[in-house]
């Protein structure tokens, strides 16, 4: 049975998930290497850690029954999201990565309360909305939010939500980007400081 606080700590990790985005914010190079590198890194390291979990067993608090011989959903979203920033413009990554980080703990808490599915549109329309997209994207919203809210819905292992919402998301987007106009990216690398 799982507890509570794990159930919130979770949640809370996804929600971390967001900060992600900060990764635009970094300068285009931190002392002569590009900042790809970090995502790179970060996917090596718990690349080796998810490793040691499954050899040893070794518990990681919250994880969740089903996920204790598989490659656990935190692994997943991770991957995800590095996989968001390094694959998809930034006008794609960003709403994909926090609709991923938020939209999960939100219908996680609503599972089965009505209007769940009405509350997770309108976060993903304010997501669409506070990455730069304005009124003349509304078919890239419109689309954005019913497809990462259906994924949420509808996701089932071998693949999990923290996989399917954002890259589906994404490839659903950039698929329409090129009929349509993406707007431009709203997070401007940090200048000077560690070039």
Known sequence: MVELDEVYLRRASHTV??????YYALPESIYGVPRWTVPMIAVMLSTAG?????????LVPGL???????????????????????????????PCLLVAAL????L??????????SAAMLLCVAI?????????????????SVAAVALEMTSRPPLDDDVTVP???????????LM????????????????
């Open 17 to 22: 998930g967001a900060c992600a985005v900060l």
């Open 50 to 58: 998810e490793s040691f979990r499954l050899r040893r067993g070794a």
């Open 64 to 94: 969740r029954d089903h996920e204790r011989g598989r490659v656990a959903s935190y692994y997943q979203f991770g991957l995800s999201m590095v996989l968001l920033v390094l694959l998809f413009p930034q006008a794609i990554a960003v």
């Open 103 to 106: 939209v999960d703990p939100l």
């Open 108 to 117: 996680g808490e609503m599972r089965g309360r009505r209007g769940s599915c």
């Open 128 to 144: 669409f909305i506070a990455a730069g997209y304005r009124a003349e994207h509304w078919a890239l919203i419109a689309a954005g």
């Open 167 to 177: 890259i589906g998301t994404g490839l659903l987007l950039w698929a329409m980007s």
């Open 180 to 195: 349509v106009d993406l707007p431009s990216g709203v997070i401007e690398p940090v200048k000077g400081a560690l070039l």
